[in-house]
């Protein structure tokens, strides 16, 4: 899935409350008698918190890395 399927009210959340989200929907799921149209509903909804869960974490790692690059290119440059 790319992210630009992404609703901008999932892009808008923090890691923490996009797992939230996910785990309140399995709760749903799991709890109640949802009709078949309102499960896939959900679980697609899921879906998208889960990437948009996946994208945030390659940012950040990408974030980590260039800062990582980018220290050690200094240590490198005063020796």
Known sequence: MK?????????????K??????KDI???L?????NLQESLDKYNR??????HIQDKFKD???EI???NFDD???ILAKK
């Open 60 to 62: 950040k790692l990408k």
């Open 26 to 28: 399995i709760s749903e």
């Open 65 to 67: 890395k260039d800062t």
């Open 72 to 74: 050690n290119k200094k």
């Open 17 to 22: 409350e996009a797992q939230n989200d996910i």
């Open 3 to 15: 992210s630009k399927k992404i609703p901008a009210d999932i892009k808008s959340k923090s890691i």
């Open 30 to 34: 799991e709890g109640k008698d949802a």
């Open 46 to 51: 899921m879906i998208q918190l889960n990437q």
